[in-house]
């Protein structure tokens, strides 16, 4: 009981998941590798949230200096000892790509390029799972120019959406 008690408050400290997602997560509870996961996902969050609005820097891993896109997001899943890919362009054939309705924070956005549909050129992690109404946090090289949260069902993410992976479980 007292472990449970402890889960539900964590969860209900760090997460920005909507109502229905909460109770998803708290229903989870009696299974902890699951209520792990959740924690592991809003935690992943609230350590992404601490770098909005540092600087967009091409190439960038340190909050010192800034961040590219994927910089950002090596950055933030190392600290919790998941390694992935430093280029956004490997993202490409990494996972297998969820549908919308399977999206869940703390999963990985993969888009096109802005000029090119050809070829995979930004990544972000969903900060408040809703299928392609989404939120993610990212560094943006566009008008924010740095990390700021974006919505996925915007024109200029939506019509460059590749795929979305799991890489926490």
Known sequence: MFKKLIYI???VLLTNCSQSQNKAALSDLDNPEVADSEVKR?????YAKKYLGTTYHYAGVDPATGFDCSGFVYFV?????INLP????EYK????ALKPEDFKVGDVLVFYGHRDNTQI???GII????????RFIHSSSGKAYGVTISELGSEMYTRRFYKCI????
């Open 9 to 11: 408050a964590f969860i």
């Open 121 to 123: 050129g930004h990544v």
């Open 93 to 96: 054939n990494l996972g297998k």
């Open 42 to 46: 809003t935690a992943v969050i609230s």
């Open 77 to 81: 899943f190392k600290n919790f000892g």
């Open 127 to 134: 900060s408040e799972a809703n299928g392609m109404k989404s």
């Open 86 to 89: 430093r280029g956004s362009r």
């Open 166 to 169: 799991d890489v926490i479980n």
